[in-house]
């Protein structure tokens, strides 16, 4: 088990599903930072179960308590505890969980890996996981708008075979906000919040993708060869549960382009100077080049595979390997995505944060 | 500048395209492997520019020290340090790229970055970095091999707009060898190979994807939740030149599926016992399930742009941020997949090595 | 701020001596493990404030709560989170603390290296801080004990001018717990007690020496050649508030003897086998030769500076480099080193704990 | 084997006594600083063997060669790779050394922990390991002299039973290079040679302690709690070769003194402004105060034991457990301490940068 994350801003998370609760320590951030528990409240209500008809019924304030690392409003470059305490964890009998195993779940590599598993409501596996993410990620993305002015968006651009139609350039905030599935194109998230309902009632699932949209983002960050922005971006979608896949840019479209449809013309930037004069004129580079923030927006998707925990029956084995019906009760997301676009944002933040206090160590030490 | 990877199995590659040579550390390997200089320069021939009419005609003969860590044939558990001259980093006059701004490539952000450049050959940013991976991928590939039987296979999957139409399972490493591109379907191949030709013939480049394929991986690795199988797999991946997308298992078509049409369902395997008499019906999970491999094979798809470096006149500015017209003289690969096939594989062994050595420090330590 | 330790065990801290509360979080501990709070809290209550004359009067209970990580008594392989809620923080007018620097005190260098500090009780640099410490070492302790039976033992062997005079090897849990000091000589014991009493009615305070003795250590753990066991102890040992010194084995005063008086002749153990049936006539080397444990007890002496808090007036300066006089209010230890006895067992055992599993993943994968 | 050291500031160590060569990659170098073979070559001279009577008699160049990360005589930020081939490596009979366990040295340890090692000449527990820590030490060395115009210098002593007496302080480079002892006091310095000459005329070793001075030290370095500065240069220096104990300011002594008369009292230093204007009278703190540098000068001991390698006759046993008697070959320096001052600077330098480059990447982010 691996739950720290990070090499200057480093955050250890914790927590079960059906345990006392979950949180995070965060080690490494700068101080001086004006932060307070209602900024880090705000971005937890986003993610929070039970906030639509859209998501899990299960209802939890995930009210958050800022434990340490605190003075007078400030960060003082101590670790910052924080705790969300669990108050919906049902206590039932959890019947089939205990040995069956559930489909394209973790439950059976839990058992393989860990000789045991906590089997109450997929214990570190759930989803549940994700808040101290979204926690730390509210203070990394504070520093970065603070420090550079960034600004972090997502939003839902497909669910199911229902695509969004949108600029991601042009994606708002408000518009995001605006509707239950967190899609920027309005018109699309009426179908896709349909789509969902009709899966929920199927006792089915859908899943979809997320476009990441990051403006102003530090310049000059990711450390080749093996740090690559990309790369750590990569890794830190690809670390959230449910995910399959992810581009940055062109993505998987461009590799069908030749190099001259495919290379991102360098341009000047009218009356800036230095390299903020300079620019490219279209972004198939994704705001990445080399390894390396160039200035342009970053722009990523992530593929998130439809909910494995559906109620219909299914087929599946038990810890003996019998063959076994298993009909899912529990409490779950139909679609994850809705949730999801906060925990990207937050794994975004946190891997810029990063890689920007790695920069700024060694930048412009000899001119 | 980040060129250490590993936590167990560390590697520490350095050198540029046009110094004098190129080589890797690694650390932390297990002592008593068998390994030969023979062994690790297999891997580096298939590495190699100027291999085919396909690839750079840069002519080096890419040949490989030992220079610590073996004695008497076998890995002490020390350092393994290794060389690779170069040989063709051919003098000249660089012109123009002093300061010009390839588009696409990584000289402007290495000089946002650093303050400057080595800009011969693109340095650091060069393709000749991955000889260390390879050669160090060639000790963590064995090391799978004599521990698990794993067997680490990629194949040019798709170039340009031609997909090869085969099914990973079924692919051999001896009809990949037999052809220039490195293509698992020998149809595809050929027409591959024309496009390349064709490419190169009119002053661009093409792009493509890999297909990755693990079978005997080494079964309950990966370190949920930030270090999970395909976050590392996907950090290693987008490490490399060139990448934009990255996908396990069912990957961005997955998403328009429905939970019951994707789920994997757990079945009986026969004779086996234990959790070996358990696997998947279908593998949409790519061989990792909850970040943690479940013994099918692992199955990824990595997406590469198009050659950067193109021989048609191209827009760019240069420091000052003046337009200027760039002809790339150089010497370049039109298409790099052929080579990359075995980075690709260097990569994944040299990921799944950690993985499997970290779960072995703590599996099974109570019973 | 680096409140992360170790690399495959590792233990991420916080909370601050007026705050809300400290705590930790364990990440990487081994699955299956049978631990209870109650064997945890049986080490806080032997760290706790107020549990003598000898010791600071500030009240705490220190009972700790276990957040996540267990499941039916065991760990299960993910993140153990642990909390112990200050009660006992007097709030009050803290006056000359806010901007005058306590000398020998980390109040200064807070201020230089943050910008401002957590002027309550010492913030963070307060020994409070060592609480999490304590918590994760009785995990790390129990493992080893299942694990190799390893016994961690630490007594105060010095204090001010008093030395005990007993080998190391003889020092007994028994004598040294019925004591006020944590002295295993219970002659000196009594001496020291009174030292003690006599340096906090003269508003003064004392500083000593604590040694360490691990008897069944894992063997041939240690990684060199920069995190030999010794290398990765003594940077444990001084981390910890008021250290000033470190020694293995011989330590300083072995520098006298000429190599034919130091060395430690290898001599044949009995009846045991193998690398069991080697041992050492003397050890001099501690336990750690070339880094790595041989087998003989580990031996090693940490020294404590007197307590910087003192009573009596003493000469400083304000944050504005003005002369002042301060005299200290607050509640501090007149010698740290009884309540410094179980923390350094802690750190003995976290650092062990993780060079094990360190040596575990490697070790007989090729025989 | 863990020979990769530091965060930011990475290196990464290879070589064997009687492989081809040792070496070093340096990792996260900043960009821009001019630096010289010539320059890295001076600081290896100092530490190559057979430089006067009163060393190993081994012969070798000790030729650095730079590999990779300088272009135009500055750093790029990209990985420096260095090469120092091995010359002397005499190929003789090892007799008794492939199953014979030398007292006091690495050779048991090394078997029980690899499973058997390279029996020429000590392999990687040779002090020729040490080549790449110095060549790297010489980069970070003037890192910090440009940064910061840090002064590191270390000088032996203490040898034997002979002590040097001098105010560290008032120590010259100039004094301690014009000795073979590199004492700073002259006239010790001459008693300490004829003890070494005495000594190996014997076929015995003495051992010793090195004063280590740094003056003009980056303020606000070191990360509490674990990586405090102390902690990380206890860490670095315990993991050279014979080393036995650390200290920083008053050390084991200070422990004897009061509260009262320990603390080093804050006063106002003249003219200067801000923190620039707080220093302390004493300095028992040895330029460290809660884990983080202060201004003062940097004041630490080291402990080496007397070379385990001796040519008179010793007890010991084989690989099976049997008993007998080694008169070890070889070339050995009598006593490491001269030759280690330069390789204590060098440790000091790599792990003060470090700490430099953590310190910048936060400090002063929020105002």
Redesign the interface.
Known sequence: ?????G??F?I?????SH?????V?V????????ITEAEIQAELDRRRPGQSRLTTPRKEADKV?????L?EG????????M?VPNTDQRSHDYGDMVDL?R????????????????Y?GG???SAR?TIGRVAAGAIARK?LK??CGTEILAYVS?V??IDADIDPLKASFKTIESNLVRCADPVAAEKMAKAIDD?RK?Q??????IQLVVKKAP??????????A??????????L?A??????????A????????????????GKKAG?D??G??TN???GI???????EPILC?I????????S?P????DKK???RILAAKGRHDPCVLPRAVVIVEAMAALTLVDLF???????????
Do not use: W
């Open positions: 088990m691996s739950s720290i994350y090499n200057l480093r250890s998370t914790f927590g079960e345990g006392k609760g979950v949180g320590v080690d490494g951030c700068p101080a001086g930072l004006a308590e800022i434990l340490s690392g003075f400030k960060t003082t470059g101590t670790p910052i505890g705790l195993y489909p394209s779940h973790a439950d059976f590599t839990y058992d393989l890996k860990y000789g045991f598993r906590d109450r214990g570190r596996a996981e520093i603070e420090a497909q199911g075979t899966a199927a089915d699932s859908l899943g979809g993708v310049k000059g960050v990711g450390e080749p060869v093996f740090n690559r990309e790369a750590e971006l990569a890794r830190a979608f690809l670390s549960p995910t399959k896949g992810f581009e940055v840019g062109s993505g998987f461009g590799t069908r382009l030749r190099g001259s449809q495919h290379n991102d013309a360098f341009v000047s930037k390299f004069a300079i490219t004129e198939r580079s994704g080049q080399g390894g390396i923030t160039n200035g998707r593929a998130f595979k439809p909910t494995a925990t559906i219909m299914q087929k599946t084995v390997g019998k063959e206090l790695e920069q700024r160590a060694r930048f412009g030490l000899f001119k």
